[in-house]
């Protein structure tokens, strides 16, 4: 019977057991907004799997399919912008900041919180339908008296929909731009374009 040699240190990643798993995970996530955002929601989850610097495996042990994948980034966007209304001195210019940005880094995700309820011939998951009340809870505590999007109820979801409709082009420089001329036409007054944090 014939031994294989023992596979060196250097060639096999040390295990970082649990620890590892919540790295990993925020890995994945992160690697599926640029990858998504890149290429699309039909982006083989291997590109996701090796931006992240993980096996596919790895990806598989955390998000069991592609829609597991998507709602993660979906879920890790919302707990940004909810960060970011949470904060002190939070005001909502700022927070549309964080909102634009996760716009423009991942527009096909968010466009689906904006939603009626379809998508195409698919239903929105009730999860997703979640989320979107989640940003407008979110949003809707920074409203000042008198703001333009604190008219009617839907109004401030509408106009978050109808900027996220206007994210698009080739470039996150593109998509950003038609951002900030969405909300500009909507007389909202946006600040800086950044993740929560930044």
Do not use: C, K
Not at 56 to 70: C, E, K, S, T
Not at 123 to 149: F, I, M, N, T
Not at 155 to 180: H, K
């Amino acid at each position: 019977m014939t031994q294989r040699p023992p596979v060196s240190d250097e060639r096999r990643p040390a295990n970082g057991g649990p620890r590892a798993a919540a790295r990993n995970r925020t890995a994945l996530i992160a690697a599926a907004r640029e990858i998504y955002a890149e290429q699309g929601l039909d982006a083989p989850l291997s590109a996701i799997a090796r931006r992240a610097g993980v096996g596919q495996g790895v990806l598989y042990r955390h998000f069991p399919d592609r829609a597991a994948v998507a709602l993660a980034v979906l879920d890790e966007n919302v707990r940004q912008i909810e960060q970011a209304a949470a904060a002190d001195g939070a005001d909502l210019a700022g927070v549309l900041g964080v909102l634009t940005w996760h716009q423009t880094e991942s527009a096909a995700f968010v466009g689906i919180l904006h939603t009626d309820g379809a998508v195409g011939h698919q239903r929105v998951p009730a999860y997703a339908s979640g989320l979107s009340e989640r940003v407008g809870g979110a949003l809707r505590g920074l409203l000042p008296d008198g703001h333009p999007l604190a008219g009617r109820p839907g109004d401030l979801m509408l106009a978050v929909a109808m900027v996220s409709g206007a994210v698009t082009g080739p470039t996150r420089e593109e998509r950003e731009r038609r951002a900030l001329a969405a909300w500009r036409l909507l007389g909202v007054e946006v600040g800086p374009v950044r993740p929560f944090g930044e």
